[in-house]
Structures are given as C-alpha cells and as structure tokens.
C-alpha cells in the first residue's frame, strides 16, 4: 500500500486521509517555526513568524475539531511531502552566513510551506463540500484564508525590504 496506512477506496476515505496528512504537517511546522524564528534577524520578519506559528497553534485545533465533526479519531498521517520541504529548509537555513540573505531563504522556505497548505487545505474544502459536509468545509476554510494571508505578508516583507537588502 506504500505510504498510506489504510486502504483508500472513496472520497470520504480520501478526506481522512488528508486531514491525517495536514495534520502531521501542521504539527511539524509548529516544531519548525521556533527554528526559523530564531534565526530570522529582520524584526518584521521574525514577528511575523511568530504571529504564524500562534495562528498555526490554532489551525491544529480547528483541525481537531473536523475530525470529530467528521466522527474520527486524531491522528496524523507521515506526510513525506511537508518532511522533505522542512529537511530543506533546514538545510538552506544551515548554510545561510549573510543575515539578509538568510532572512531571504526563511521566507522561502516559508512560503513553501505556505504553499503547500494552501493546496492541503483547498483540497480538503472541495472534498467536504462534495462530500455534503458545509460545516467541516467552513472550518476548514478559515484556515485556507488564513494560509492565504501569511503568503501574501509573506511577498510583502520579502519586496518591501529583505529581497533588495538579500540583494
């Protein structure tokens, strides 16, 4: 079966599955973000981090609450993809010696992360909405705005100043 951990054969199936694999995701950004919060050296930058990971506190708990409105446990799923962007943002981070630049790859590591939320959290949107679940898909959409919002504050602290500074 590979990397998932139970047959899926329908689209429910397939909802659990990527709420499992969100999940972990958000449980392993929230473990990250301290990392890259430490690191960062531009105050805007660094408070906005901050103000993320708060908020990424909060989408673990929305997520909790669509599992049991969905009437399933609380589990995570290994999410191979949100390991491997957070391996590399570790890795770039490590080798970053100037602080604008450093700066630079923190915010794109972090709007991968972004990114890769963005279609997480979009997708399991258009699985409850088919699946006739309005009240998991609004939940869930809260988050997908707010996923939208960190990227795009994000683009701002990174053409307003640490880009031409990185530069």
Known sequence: MGLFSKSIKTLDDLFVHTLQDIY???QQIAKSLPKMIDKATDPQL????QAHLTETQGQIRRLEQVFQMHGQPVKGTTCAAMDGILEEAQD???VANDNDVLDAAIISSAQAVEHYEITRYGTLVAFAKQLGRQDCAAVLQQTLDEEYAADRKLTSIAEGRVNRAAA
Do not use: D, M, N, V
């Open 24 to 26: 972990y995701a958000e």
């Open 46 to 49: 660094k408070q906005g981090l």
């Open 92 to 94: 770039i981070l490590g």
